[in-house]
Nanobody, 122 residues
Framework: QVQVVESGGGLVQAGGSLRLSCAAS????????MGWYRQAPGKQRELVAT???????RYTDSVKGRFTISRDNTKDSVCLQMNSLKPEDTAVYYC????????????????WGQGTQVTVSS
């Protein structure tokens, strides 16, 4: 019913930048909060940043001042600009969306993207 597709991961040296993009499509009535999570090897998935439909943002402490989340409500898309990357930012990054479907039920569902690898070399 809903597809979430990410792009933009890759390999970068410490101090470099990457931009992740994610778009949701399908039977969407409205997209509420969108966000990015990450999971490093051997660690639990953690929240990186979220943004509500009205533009309220939230960041985990370790990325504040370095990462910026933004969204385009006309395209049901969200981006994560990552600057001053550190080796500890290495992880698989997942896009997360909260969606109300066009089924008329008014219920909110959560969808994940497939993940995109970000590797920061020292």
């Amino acid at each position: 019913q809903v597809q979430v597709v990410e792009s933009g991961g890759g390999l970068v040296q410490a101090g470099g930048s990457l931009r992740l993009s994610c778009a949701a499509s399908g039977s969407i009535f409205r997209v509420n909060t969108m966000g990015w999570y990450r999971q490093a090897p051997g660690k639990q998935r953690e929240l990186v940043a979220t943004i509500t439909s009205t533009g309220i943002t939230r960041y985990t402490d370790s990325v504040k001042g370095r990462f910026t989340i933004s969204r385009d409500n006309t395209k049901d898309s969200v981006c994560l600009q990552m600057n001053s990357l550190k080796p500890e930012d290495t992880a698989v990054y997942y896009c997360h969306t909260e969606v109300i479907l066009t089924d008329g039920l008014g219920l909110q569902y959560a969808y994940w993207g497939q993940g995109t690898q970000v590797t920061v070399s020292s």
